[in-house]
C-alpha cells in the first residue's frame, strides 16, 4: 500500500497524545485538505529531541490543525501552549479537546499565524512549525519566528522538502519520514 503524508496511523480524524500526562488519550480534528497530524514515530523523534519532560517551558503551535504538537507539548508539562489555527472546524475541535483533556495551559487563537508571528511581541521556549503539508509557509515562518523566540529557545519545522534554514539558523536534528521532512533549530548566535 502506498503511504501518503496523509496516511496516518489510526482512525481518520483521530491522532493519540502518545507521552506525558495525557499519554493514550484521543484528539479529534475534521478532515481538511492539508490538515495532516505529525505521525506518532515523528512526534516521539521530536519529544526525545527536546526532552520528555517540558516542564515551565512556553510553547506555541504556530499552525496547530489537530493540536497534535500543542497538546503533547501540554501533556509534558508546558506552562503554557499557544496555538494559533485558522480553520474555523478545526479551531472549534481545539477548544473541544482542549476542554476535554481539562488542559488549562492551552490557549487557542483562531488566527493567521504569519500574521501573528509578525504583530506580536511574546517570546516562547518551543515554537512549532507545520503548517499544511505543501503550503511553503516554513521558510517565512521561519524567518519570522526568530525574533519569537526566548534565549535558548528551539524551533521544530516540517515540511514536504529538506529545510533550508539558512545562515540564522542552526539545525540541531534533521529527519525525514515519506515525503515529511522535519528538524530541531536554534538561532545562531549573533
Known amino acids: ?5 496523509y496516511a496516518r496511523s489510526g482512525a481518520r480524524g483521530q491522532v493519540r497524545i502518545i507521552g506525558g500526562s495525557h499519554r ?10 492539508g490538515l495532516r497530524p505529525t505521525p506518532d514515530r515523528v512526534r516521539e523523534t521530536l519529544f526525545n529531541w ?10 506555541l503551535d504556530a499552525f ?6 500543542g497538546f503533547e507539548a501540554a501533556s509534558r508539562g508546558a506552562r503554557r501552549v499557544v496555538m494559533l489555527e ?18 488549562a495551559a492551552v490557549e487557542i487563537d483562531c488566527v493567521e499565524a ?8 511574546e517570546k516562547f521556549d518551543v515554537i512549532f512549525l507545520d503548517p499544511p503539508f505543501d503550503a511553503g509557509l516554513v521558510p517565512r515562518a521561519l524567518e519570522l ?23 540564522l539558523w542552526n539545525i540541531l536534528r534533521q ?14 548566535p549573533c
Open 1 to 5: 500500500m502506498l503511504r501518503t503524508p
Open 24 to 33: 493514550r488519550r484521543i484528539l479529534r480534528f475534521p478532515q481538511a485538505e
Open 50 to 59: 527536546l526532552g520528555q519532560d517540558l516542564t515551565g517551558l512556553s510553547c
Open 64 to 69: 496547530a490543525g489537530s493540536g497534535a504538537l
Open 86 to 103: 485558522t480553520g474555523r472546524a478545526a479551531c472549534e475541535a481545539l477548544r473541544t479537546n482542549a476542554a476535554q483533556l481539562g488542559i
Open 114 to 121: 504569519i500574521g501573528w508571528l509578525r504583530q506580536g511581541t
Open 145 to 167: 519566528a526568530g525574533a519569537r523566540l526566548n534565549p535558548g529557545g528551539r524551533v521544530y519545522a516540517e515540511q514536504a522538502a529538506p529545510l533550508q534554514p539558512g545562515p
Open 175 to 188: 529527519g525525514d519520514a515519506g515525503r515529511s521532512y522535519f528538524a530541531l533549530l536554534e538561532r545562531t
